[in-house]
């Protein structure tokens, strides 16, 4: 079993990662000065070929000419679905060349446009973008990201998202001076809380610890904490050293130091899960706990910086915006520990706590830890399998 998790992780490590294009993405990239806005809308032609088929000869193979073929009625819908207005005065896109890009995941189409009537550009303007997710696709996201603008000194941005469009999402304000540091502290707070409450496997990761954090090892057995400040005690060193882990890795990620494959760290995840309820069952390191829950928060914080990295904000304002991202983290991580540790310490005396809560509850945390390893392996697996047995072929 352990070879094979290692082996597994080395594929995943060794993977190539996706480029910042990715399937069922689409983005809206703008070019700002003082007397002008401009752009260009990215989207894969097999997004295009759900709203408006340009597949002429049926072969499954969409290309740059087949799109050309219909290149004004496209244009014309995405004029349509992508609105810029000032005060309430919409502000059309006339739309110009489009040129495309392939890359490994799709072949996308780069429309570039022109907005004539801002000769005199604003602060900002309201934006809504209603591609392919509006009735089609509703996993479908739009990104806003600001390229360039003379005004900040942005140049040449391909990474750092403005604004996220989803099929809940209507007009939105997309700053063209850059916004107050006090809310960009207060909104990334916000998707710090957020990310913690939807990220379920660090949820399992910290259920994983809190089931045995009520307890302690007798002659070998489990047996329950005998006061409250025991437990506690204990909850306060495992969560602070995971805090510490992965506030390391996530700055250190967000701010470019150190990179790692997404693939990998989503793995080790997985796998921190599996082995912290394994040693629920099977005890081997709870007395060296601390150095399980250190190493394994450092991915966390990986994982972390990987919901970070797209949430947009400009180098300018990225330390703000990480400072308000993980006190977010860590107040979502809070809101769980406190939520589920006095419930757990309440039945912590029950005959059947350590067979029925803390043994099954940690088999059934594995089976669901095994699983997201295989499924966020596969396509590793896949593509070292299909080599191998292409090179023996």
């Given at each position: 079993?352990?070879?094979?998790?290692?082996?597994?992780?080395?594929?995943?490590?060794?993977?190539?990662?996706?480029?910042?294009?990715?399937?069922?993405?689409?983005?809206?990239?703008?070019?700002?000065?003082?007397?002008?806005?401009?752009?260009?809308?990215?989207?894969?032609?097999?997004?295009?070929?759900?709203?408006?088929?340009?597949?002429?000869?049926?072969?499954?193979?969409?290309?740059?000419?087949?799109?050309?073929?219909r290149q004004d009625e496209i244009l014309a819908y995405f004029a349509e679905r992508l609105t810029l207005s000032i005060e309430g005065i919409i502000q059309p896109e006339q739309f110009t060349t489009t040129t495309f890009l392939e890359i490994d995941v799709d072949t996308?189409?780069?429309?570039?446009?022109?907005v004539p009537s801002i000769t005199d550009t604003p602060d900002g303007v309201e934006m809504e973008y209603r591609f392919l997710f509006d009735t089609v696709e509703p996993t479908h996201r739009g990104f806003a990201l600001i390229e360039s603008n003379t005004r900040t000194?942005?140049?040449?941005?391909?990474?750092?998202?403005?604004?996220?469009?989803?099929?809940?999402?209507?007009?939105?304000?997309?700053?063209?001076?850059?916004?107050?540091?006090?809310?960009?502290?207060?909104?990334?707070?916000?998707?710090?809380?957020?990310?913690?409450?939807?990220?379920?496997?660090?949820?399992?990761?910290?259920?994983?610890?809190?089931?045995?954090?009520?307890?302690?090892?007798?002659?070998?057995?489990?047996?329950?904490?005998?006061?409250?400040?025991?437990a506690f005690w204990t909850v306060v060193k495992i969560i602070s050293l995971f805090t510490v882990a992965h506030s390391i890795t996530l700055s250190l990620a967000a701010l470019g130091v150190v990179t790692l494959s997404v693939t990998l760290v989503e793995a080790i995840?997985?796998?921190?899960?599996?082995?912290?309820?394994?040693?629920?069952?099977?005890?081997?390191?709870?007395?060296?706990?601390?150095?399980?829950?250190?190493?394994?928060?450092?991915?966390?914080?990986?994982?972390?910086?990987?919901?970070?990295?797209?949430?947009?904000?400009?180098?300018?304002?990225?330390?703000?915006?990480?400072?308000?991202?993980?006190?977010?983290?860590?107040?979502?991580?809070?809101?769980?520990?406190?939520?589920?540790?006095?419930?757990?310490?309440?039945?912590?005396?029950?005959?059947?706590?350590?067979?029925?809560?803390?043994?099954?509850?940690?088999?059934?945390?594995?089976?669901?830890?095994?699983?997201?390893?295989?499924?966020?392996?596969?396509?590793?697996?896949?593509?070292?399998?299909?080599?191998?047995?292409?090179?023996?072929?």
């Amino acid at each position: 079993m352990f070879r094979f998790v290692l082996v597994s992780l080395l594929a995943a490590f060794v993977a190539a990662e996706a480029a910042a294009h990715r399937l069922n993405e689409s983005y809206v990239y703008f070019n700002v000065t003082d007397t002008s806005l401009a752009g260009r809308v990215e989207a894969t032609l097999t997004d295009i070929n759900k709203v408006i088929p340009i597949d002429a000869n049926g072969d499954g193979v969409l290309t740059g000419a087949e799109f050309e073929a219909r290149q004004d009625e496209i244009l014309a819908y995405f004029a349509e679905r992508l609105t810029l207005s000032i005060e309430g005065i919409i502000q059309p896109e006339q739309f110009t060349t489009t040129t495309f890009l392939e890359i490994d995941v799709d072949t996308f189409a780069l429309m570039q446009f022109e907005v004539p009537s801002i000769t005199d550009t604003p602060d900002g303007v309201e934006m809504e973008y209603r591609f392919l997710f509006d009735t089609v696709e509703p996993t479908h996201r739009g990104f806003a990201l600001i390229e360039s603008n003379t005004r900040t000194g942005v140049e040449n941005n391909e990474a750092q998202f403005s604004l996220i469009f989803g099929p809940s999402d209507g007009a939105q304000t997309l700053s063209l001076i850059g916004r107050p540091g006090f809310e960009i502290f207060m909104e990334f707070i916000r998707h710090g809380i957020w990310h913690i409450w939807i990220g379920y496997d660090h949820i399992l990761f910290l259920i994983a610890l809190l089931l045995s954090s009520v307890m302690i090892r007798r002659n070998g057995i489990w047996a329950p904490a005998d006061t409250f400040g025991d437990a506690f005690w204990t909850v306060v060193k495992i969560i602070s050293l995971f805090t510490v882990a992965h506030s390391i890795t996530l700055s250190l990620a967000a701010l470019g130091v150190v990179t790692l494959s997404v693939t990998l760290v989503e793995a080790i995840i997985a796998i921190s899960i599996a082995i912290v309820a394994l040693d629920n069952i099977i005890p081997r390191f709870h007395h060296r706990a601390w150095v399980v829950v250190f190493a394994f928060g450092l991915f966390h914080g990986f994982g972390f910086a990987n919901v970070l990295e797209p949430l947009g904000v400009d180098q300018n304002s990225k330390l703000v915006a990480l400072a308000g991202f993980n006190i977010g983290v860590e107040i979502g991580q809070i809101v769980i520990v406190a939520a589920v540790f006095p419930l757990l310490f309440l039945i912590r005396r029950w005959q059947l706590y350590p067979m029925l809560i803390l043994r099954l509850a940690s088999a059934a945390l594995i089976a669901i830890a095994l699983f997201w390893f295989v499924e966020r392996t596969f396509d590793v697996f896949g593509n070292v399998s299909g080599a191998l047995f292409g090179w023996i072929g």
